[in-house]
């Protein structure tokens, strides 16, 4: 498909600057445009490249002026970015979805799929599953007896649902993730572990996105909580009876304790540690490979292992370096100290 | 499926004080208590909990005594979490099993299936492989050539076990677990790194359960093992030649690099890392995200990167965030040392 | 199959010590000999076991002189564990394959696959996938549309590669490997995160090996792209837009996060995070567990949270224990230091 600026700039409220028949097929990174790409310019740190971008239109902020000539057609909008996206979720939107039920599904007799679904080869619906309409189910997908899957929700290939969890509408489950798994739970006796069993579920609410190879256990009772417009990146653990509020966002390889309760809108960078049975207020963000041992009062920006002010773990990671030479002089000041009182009282 | 108190009473060895015919048909926790459900109070935290649960029986500890009027029905046994665990599993039991195999499963001619076992759609079971009595196989499962899986284990969806590997009796593997992918072993040349065949295998003992996506490497010879007892977390991962002591557990994303063997009843947290080719004794506890560089001794309690002992890592890492104030303090006692050091020179 | 000494030596360019004639069918390690075993001898702490193995042959390095007498046969060769690697590639290559398409597998109708391939049951091929010759496709992989793969590469059981991605020649994907799922972009609206279409894709060249449930994600725009020879373990994450150098190797549970830039030749222990958009040059060596904040140059080696140099470290982390006696001593010293003026002055 092809679009000309003319068309984009109406859709995205723009200003053409240049060609308003400039025409586009595909995206490129401004750095690495190439005719017949949309680009965008965001950053001030990239506004060289756009004097010789080969994009053939580029999308740029209202305030961007450029001190060279320009070859490119430009589109000024409020926010390059954010149309950007706008404009990226229209092209994804155009490309056509498959429809129907692979005949190399296995459906249970009982099973209810609503409208316009899509179920491809190998995926495996069991008894008493809910699908909603319009979801799409990559192939090789599980979804366990009793499962109720909400409209428009994507499952990517190979991803599982045990039995009796729910999952909210829009929602995207990428490959191999896995929800409702036993939580991990175990009494000790002499002889070993024995397995307490873990019969709770795991819900998924609304507009939940959850990435490849992502464990989230279900509750030893009651439920492991998922709240709507939480984002979680890839290989993060969420173990059981754990509660994270909306719109809070953890990046990759995260993960989170038995019980811990997370609040909304928190921000979790890469590789996080989050004990188990605490508390997180909301708005809370924490820096990448920190470890949070306790509770954490709403509003807090943490970062180090264990987690303090980031400003602070950076001053103090800057003197770690020096604890030798510090604890050298500290020696020799001792002893001076030591010959000092001598001297001082002969 | 619903019990009344004096059934399950009888059945946990209890001593009920209320209503004999109260009757249950679920679990609830306490503070989430609903009518026809059963809770359990152990932790002294949640005990004002139980004068307002709606819960319809609470099985609590010998030594509980109310201090309010209680509307609920208690049983009073010795130890009210294992007395639940115990009720927990008999109603896991009671959940009817599938029995037979999938006309949708794919198994080689040769492949040795014991009595009452279950094998789901799409699992594929690949030449010689020998399966147990009351093997339980979900969908999508993979059993590679030649691989030996003990009685009554249970393979979730996704479990892939490549060839040669042996999984014992009553054992448990999540879904997306991979048992036997190669060690990560490599011989540089100045063209890049010429890969080492891995030709050893997985030995994974009885009562062994083991996290969804965790990863046990084969050795390159001989046996990557995996005692009895063991239970793995989720997203764990285990590299070739590694050996594990009977009834150690291990929380979720922990790593242990290659041919590192560790004892029996160790306890590790979250995010542990443990180096390779070290030793680690028996019954030696590691905390959340701690680094274990090197050989520990059976009994060591250990936290932190690189690990020392719990106590130390907490009072130092609280003096951690006064490294920079002490930093300054004695740069200033430096001066004045010298100062006072010229006066007395003088 | 089965080998006498003589074969071996003859392939391996080795001198035999003791019977020409002796004959070996498997491998073992030294400690763990049995009749019928080839061994090697390459780490000198494993020498004492030379005098007592039970393998019928074991690879020496040329250099290597007995102390007592020895009753296994020697073969003398350069670099005993490259010939150990040269002998168990010819084994693994004499391993029978398996050849041509499962009856159980799913292929678009217009799908391009080159000769002697082998495609597992369950396995699926979307529309427009184009694989190479010699390709093995074990079980339940999923191929997404538009995907090309080059010859002689091995996807295990349940690898996803989603739709347009492009895997090299002589690649190995262990199971559940994820290739092209969504990076990890939204952006923040007051109602909730919006999705950032990712519309890039993931190249990965000639000769890597990615590990079990490892994650590769795909590009916002353009591509993710890992270089010829790049070695990754399991469960790592690698994110969008992230460029990996040729013949880099990262161990097990590695995060790199999204735009960075790596270099080649670099090693990763197991654990370590990498962050967003910066450049680490070539030939770096970074320890387990390690956190990279910023931009790093060709041939440092670092290690730590945040990383530093290793030595540095090391004694920094020896020192770290001694904090709280050092923060009450300094306490001590300025309490003297104030009484000493106090005295000086009057």
Known sequence: MEFSAKQIAEYINGIIIGDENAKVHTFAKIEEGIPGALSFLSNPKYTHYIYDTKSSIVLVNNDFCPEHEINTTLIKVENAYESLAKLMTLYEQSVPKKKGTSPLASIAGNAKIGKDVYIGPFASIEEGAEIGDNVYIHPHATIGSNVKIGSNTILYPNVTIYHDCRIGSNCILHAGAVVGADGFGFAPSPEGYEKIPQIGIVIIEDNVEVGANTCIDRATMGATVIHKGVKLDNLIQVAHNVE????????????????????????FGGQVGIAGHIKIGDHVTVGA?????????????????????????ARSAAIYKKLPEMY???????????????????
């Open 289 to 313: 490979q920190s470890g949070i041992p306790g509770n954490t009062k709403s509003g807090e920006t943490l970062m180090g292992y264990p987690a303090i002010d980031p400003k602070q773990f």
């Open 328 to 346: 050298t002089e500290l020696g020799r000041l001792q002893k001076e100290m030591e010959e000092l009182k001598k001297r001082l009282n002969k």
């Open 244 to 267: 994270i509020g909306s719109h809070t966002v953890m990046a990759s390889q995260g993960g989170v304790a038995g019980s811990a309760k997370i609040g909304e809108w928190c921000m």
